[in-house]
């Protein structure tokens, strides 16, 4: 293929690739803290919806980005109380958090379907995007795309170099220890679950205020557990985060062009590419990595008398 | 036991707080609307059969649900696994149309098992011998298998006479489960009677099933005691599977009469709390299945009424389910007091 057909479609990767990215690090930042959040697809939904509600009658995309956040990670602190509060199963409770999610925005959606809203167009950088090659791929996007880059290396620094990371990492691998060595584990994990569900609804807000500007029910179809596998195939590093969203996004804008071409084979089965590539990689990648670098104390409450 | 009905009372009540809010957001009647889901749900003979109808999938989604959270495996995908059961038990029902009940609802039956056993089987292999994770690849399998059914149903299964829907043609008579008598009810309320018991006699006599509940206990003491876990993973995700198969194959045979889309509405995921509020007892799962499709009943009533989207049942499910976990922290609470004592 000619360059003329592959950068565009590079491009095209990383844009429907950072809806994924930002959901899959705000898990990576709740994993961190030993708390398995699988309402990724619900809290995604949830961010989505409240972008594009507060977009359409603000006017402002910004302010619509920043709440659709707070609304992720609104619902993200009612997982947090149902397990830090209350013992609850992480597992079910995550699973009740996408049922809720996704059915509190295909309810509250349902008289802005077919509506748009203003959103995020391309603004490309101004000196960066005159490079050969990367300058296409990577900086002629939406400013949402610009501020995804810099969110893993801020991660990558917090949990490799301050107090705040490496302490959550403790309450992560080993709570008993880092209660004994004075960390305030619960007030850790609420910050690893509200902080990781701000991220997740920003992945939503991407997707109705700059990847479609328009709202349907069903809008994030599957992309937060998509998410939620990327972790496993991170190994909840931010930076192979980036690899594997953009991989999904070329896979997802690879199916897309394949059937805008009018392809002889069925929608229903390009359909299917991106959620069997993503059993393949999670296959793929717990092979190989055996789970090791898990945070030892994912998805396990803290008993109440510690 | 008392606390437990306490606790499911308490989540109802908050929950429908809740959508009570919600329905006045959208400038609905919430307390007439209310009215109209209990009084829709099981307000008259007509208005119960029809939960009971609904019941039946759901109770077979969940009953396999449940056995397989008993060993601690999460099988999320009683969505995919009921869609594979009705794409195996239509298979049968459109090559052997000519046949006699007799020999094809039998045959549809095994498809269904089978079909529905492997898209459990598939995920319960690639735990064991890959490590990966369940929930995920359930959860994926859940798409790819209404992908699948999609693609029959608008491809090589479509019938010819149905002016571009996307269906198969009308099962022949032979391929119909059946009506009990002059009721609404059709026998797969039998099938779901049968299983229940199978399943409870299973758990509570014999050695397999203890085994089973032992190792969903404590995995790391079965493995030391020489439980076949690796085994029970593979058994357990089978007969889960085939389960939510069956319910497939009931749907598709007893209710629609064929295969299509709309045979996918979420019963995976209502089996998954239902499961949950029955702290996976098999009698208990049957009043909670009848429960929820009462919930499903009487939001259809609401919809004609009021126009409320069919997305306010997953409002309700997903509320009544976190408060219900919240809720279990009492119960366990509750045991720490009289150990201290």
Redo the contacts between chains.
Sequence with gaps: MSPELILPLLAAAVQSGTPILYATLGEIFTEKSGILNLGVEGIMMIGALAAFVTTKFSGSPVLGFLLGGCAGALLAGMHGMVCLGFQGNQVVSGLALTILGVGLADYLGTPFIGQTAPGFTMMPMPILSKIPLLGPVFFRHDPLIYTSYLIPPLMWVFFRYTRWGLGMRAVGENPRAASAGGLRVIGYRWAGILIGGYLVGFGGAYLSLAYTHLWTNGLSAGRGWIAVALVIFSFWHPGRAVVGAYLFGGVMAFQLRLQATGTYIPSSLLLMLPYALTVIVLVFSSWKGQGIEAPAALGVNIEPSE | MWSSCLILFGALVLSLAVSAI?LA??DKPPLAAIAILFKGAFGSLNAIQDCLIKAVPIYLCSLGVAIAFRLQI?N?GAEGQYALGAIGATWVALRLPDLPWFVVIPGMLAMAFIAGGLWGLIPAV?KIH????E???T???N??AI??L??LV??PWKDPVSFGFPMTREFSASAIVGKIGNTGLNWGIILCIFSGMAIWIFFRYTRLGYELKASGENIRAARYAGLPYDRLVILVMVLSGALAGWAGFLEASATINRLQPSIIVGYG?TA??VA?LARLNPFYIGIASFLLAGLRVGLENLQLDLQV?A?????????I??TV?????FI??RIELRKKS
């Design positions: 919600m957001l959208q999460w999320i690639l890959m490590r990966a994770n929930i995920i690849v959860l994926m399998f798409y790819l992908l699948f999609d693609y608008y491809g995921y998954i709390v949950w989207p997305a306010f049942g997953g409002i309700m499910e997903g509320l389910l976190l976990l919240a809720g279990g922290f366990d609470y």
